[in-house]
């Protein structure tokens, strides 16, 4: 074989049944030995090659299962984990998982987004001590094991630019230091480990690019020409497949066309004006293309005329052309056939990881014979394309009929004012990002609610006495603005989609998004409107059980998208401005319903900024307008909050701004209070709740550390813009450390409240 031919750019590996999931959380839990976990992935490894070659892939992926994190991953076999972790003297796969969690005194790596997705790597951290050798065995590994049950695989590994390129300088680097210094020695591993692959009898490596789908300096596309000549120049290396994904290439497509690599994967769904510069560039003559014509990341079944076309477009300039995944299938669910729930008309217009599969295998047939059967493909394009019940003409209507004043509040000053006097709060005031912990009674009551074993109003009963748990238990702890702690809701954005017309959600569509977490993320098919309130018996509820403000709390436009498969039968903006009409009449009831502060999350604004810069500022204008649409049109007097959890914050800091809300809480304890002193070189000029709490690590803060956060927080913006709250929503936590941490946070807040003059 000398062509890849039909593949997959990888896979899931979390388990159609979420196995690795339940496994990892066992053996954390001291449940089940190293033994029973490493079967767990053996097994799910076993099912997936074994799947992807009886469908009939030319080309099988194997090196995309992980326990935790590719990125990670390939740190570990570099050897580039920090010494913090390696001295500690745990087993190989203990280490690697105090990495990627943390241990007491040793925290955890740095964790944030792959991209622009809702996926989360470990951030490798790299100094110029680092030396890199190959110090693992995994790609190898599962090579030999798929080999030994009958299946010829490509390992798929971390491109050594990106990886460089998604690292950070350790904290003793000097000033100046870049991961990318590194590259010359990384690239002495990556030879050696092509070496051993191509022993083993490896015919094709496929090395992940993705960082060239965002705007790249003169050095860094200097760094991947490097990268791939030095590779390629080995004489005794396996084929080289480079794979470019979430976007065009851009200048990259020619550096990576004119280096001797063997084949190229280009992503075709994201960019459509990036076709015709694939098609347009003459040196990849003598290289094998791979279009990437079935998208990765949404679960919209290909239309199979328009993916011809589009990998055919490809014929005459590249040496040949196979069909792909537009990147890797980690980011949808397994199979839609198990979604006995689902519309039968919308479940024919889905595809999830394994239909997505037998496209590629189909569209590939097609691509290179006459006579292929495309009808049942092009029937279920069609009628998604004309099924008018799509569309809801009120909600069009509404939206055509909104006038500028309707986005826009009174000036600040004046809802200041209007607050203060209704809610009377404190200099300095406490309060919670939302959720409290789920505890395994809440999921189970759930679950049995869903089963049918346990009854409406036996959840309903189970579900405020949760929340007046929680309320007793804030007014104890002395919080100024309480919350009712989101029992009700299994995910922030799933919960919503549920209640919501236009989305579908799924039993069974889990997604990784780190480590053993996972999320469902609902499928946003039509127009959305709200057909009842959503949140306000609950807030009610809760408000009514105290003399204490209670926060509302809904998850904001942007989000909601960012976190559902979207339709891409129209602009995001346009989807967003539907939600927003939703969300802004779920505020307005609120408001009637006695609710004088509400929240409106939007977390994901970071992650759906383009990944180019051209981009961004289209992003925002309907990002920010859709906040404001979904946030006005109510009394001065009621206070908006809304709620980022990111530390990279410099690129959205105007459009946080822009969002025109009373107060934000963001991430912060981490990076100790850094976002506050930018926010106030923004001269951004409404209240700020930096986060003083780091609710993503076990450690309980201490009130001298939480005081010491506050006291560089009021030295950098005026006393009475500052809130005081953690980092995110406490439903990954635990009571144990929750209430002492929330007790150490109060007492801080009175503390240096004590000391403003
Ligand atoms: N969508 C989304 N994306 C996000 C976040 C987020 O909150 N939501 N937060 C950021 C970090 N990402 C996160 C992603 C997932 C989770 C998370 O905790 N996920 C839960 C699942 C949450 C959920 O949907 N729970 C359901 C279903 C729970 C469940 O597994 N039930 C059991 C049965 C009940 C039991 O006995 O426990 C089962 O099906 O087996 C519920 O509570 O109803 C998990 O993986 O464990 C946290 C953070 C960024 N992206
Ligand atoms: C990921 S942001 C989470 C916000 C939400 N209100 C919570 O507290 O869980
Ligand atoms: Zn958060």
């Known amino acids: ?52 070659k009886d469908a009939g892939l030319d080309s099988v992926p194997s090196n995309t299962f992980s326990h935790y994190d590719q990125v990670l991953d390939t740190a570990e076999l570099f050897g580039a984990f920090p010494e913090r972790f390696t001295k500690l003297g745990l087993t190989p796969l203990d280490t690697y998982f105090a990495a990627a969690r943390g241990v007491q005194d040793a925290p955890a790596m740095e964790m944030t987004k792959w991209f622009d997705t809702n996926y989360h790597y470990i951030v490798p951290e790299l100094g110029p001590d680092t030396a890199f050798s190959v110090a693992g065995s995994k790609p190898l590994d599962e090579y030999r094991e798929a080999r030994a049950i009958g299946v010829e695989t490509r390992p798929v590994l971390v491109g050594p630019v990106t990886f460089l390129l998604l690292a950070k300088a350790t904290e003793t680097a000097p000033e100046g230091f870049r991961p990318l210094d590194l590259l010359d020695n990384l690239l002495d591993g990556y030879v ?19 960082a060239f789908a965002g705007d790249r300096t003169e050095p860094e596309l200097n760094a991947l020409i490097r990268a791939y000549h030095r590779l390629a120049k080995e004489t005794a290396r396996p084929k080289i497949l480079v794979a470019g994904y979430f976007g065009g290439l851009g200048r990259g497509l020619g550096v990576l ?20 510069a694939v098609a347009a560039e003459p040196a990849l003559r003598d290289k094998e293309v791979l279009a990437g014509v079935v998208d990765g990341r949404n679960v919209w079944r290909t239309d199979p005329t328009r993916a011809l076309s589009r990998a055919a477009t490809l014929l005459g300039t590249a040496k040949s052309v196979s069909v792909s995944t537009s990147c890797s299938l980690l980011h949808v669910p397994y199979d839609v056939e198990r979604e006995a729930e689902l519309h039968p008309r919308l479940k024919g217009w889905l595809a999830f990881a394994k239909q997505k599969v037998d496209e590629v295998v189909l569209l590939g047939r097609a691509l290179k014979e006459e006579g292929v059967d495309l009808s049942a493909a092009r029937a279920a394009a069609t009628d998604r394309a004309t099924a008018a019940d799509l569309a809801d003409a009120g909600v069009r209507a509404r939206l055509e009929a909104l006038r500028p004043e309707d986005t826009v509040r009174s000036p600040y000053a004046q809802r200041a004012a209007a607050q203060q006097a209704a809610l009377d709060l ?30 409406d109003a ?5 579900m405020k006495a949760e929340i007046e ?8 702890l002395g919080l100024d603005v309480l919350v009712h702690g989101e029992p009700e809701r299994n995910d922030m954005v799933q919960y919503f989609a549920e209640r919501l017309a236009g989305f579908a959600a799924t039993d069974f569509g889990w997604v990784q998004s780190y480590g053993s977490r996972c999320v469902r993320p609902p499928i946003l098919y039509g127009d959305v409107s709200r057909a009842e309130p959503m949140t306000v018996e609950w807030a009610r509820y809760a408000q009514g059980l105290t003399g204490k403000p209670v926060k509302g709390m809904l998850t904001g436009p942007v989000t ?56 961004h500022e289209a992003y925002f204008a309907w990002a920010v307008s859709s906040f404001r649409l979904a946030t006005s049109g109510i009394d001065d007097a009621t206070q908006i909050h809304t709620h980022m959890c990111y530390s990279e914050f410099g690129e959205v800091v105007k459009a946080i701004d822009a969002l025109d809300a009373d107060v934000t809480s963001i991430e912060a304890a981490r990076s100790k209070m850094e976002v506050v002193t930018d926010l106030g070189a923004a001269g951004f000029g409404r209240g700020v709740g930096p986060g003083v709490y780091d609710i993503h690590s076990p450690r309980v803060p ?13 030295g950098a913006v005026p006393a009475e813009r500052i809130w005081v709250n953690p980092d995110c929503g406490l439903k990954t936590r635990g009571y144990a450390e929750v209430e002492p941490a929330l007790r150490n946070l109060v007492a801080a807040a009175n503390a240096v409240r004590s000391e403003l003059g």
Do not use: C, N
Not at 469 to 476: A, F, G, K, S, T
Not at 703 to 712: N, P
């Open 469 to 476: 748990r929680v309320i007793r238990l804030q007014e104890d």
């Open 426 to 455: 404190p200099p300095l005031p406490s309060t919670t990002i939302g959720s409290f912990p789920q505890t395994t009674d809440v999921r189970k009551a759930r679950a049995a609610h869903k089963a049918g074993s346990l009854d």
């Open 257 to 276: 066309a004119r280096s001797p690599i063997d084949a190229l994967a280009v992503d075709l769904v994201t960019d459509e004006s990036f076709v015709d």
């Open 192 to 210: 050696e480990l092509l070496r051993r692959l191509h022993d083993e009898g490896v015919e094709w490596v496929q090395f992940d690019e993705p």
């Open 1 to 52: 074989m000398t062509e890849i031919g039909t593949t997959v750019l990888g896979y899931p590996r979390i388990g159609p049944d979420r196995e690795l999931k339940r496994s990892l959380e066992r053996y954390w839990a001291g449940k089940i030995d190293e033994t029973a976990l490493l079967e767990t992935g053996r097994a799910l490894r076993t099912r997936a090659w074994r799947e992807l």
């Open 560 to 615: 909601i998208l960012a976190w559902s498969f979207v339709r891409d039968d129209q602009p995001l903006g346009e989807t967003a401005r539907q939600v927003a009409l939703a969300i802004r009449d779920e505020v307005h009831d609120l408001q009637e319903a006695g609710i004088r502060v509400i929240q409106v999350d939007e977390p994901a604004l970071r992650e759906l900024l383009p990944l180019r810069k051209a981009a």
């Open 458 to 462: 036996g959840y309903e009963a189970a």
């Open 702 to 714: 201490g009130v001298d550390e939480v005081s010491g956060l506050l006291r560089t927080a009021v």
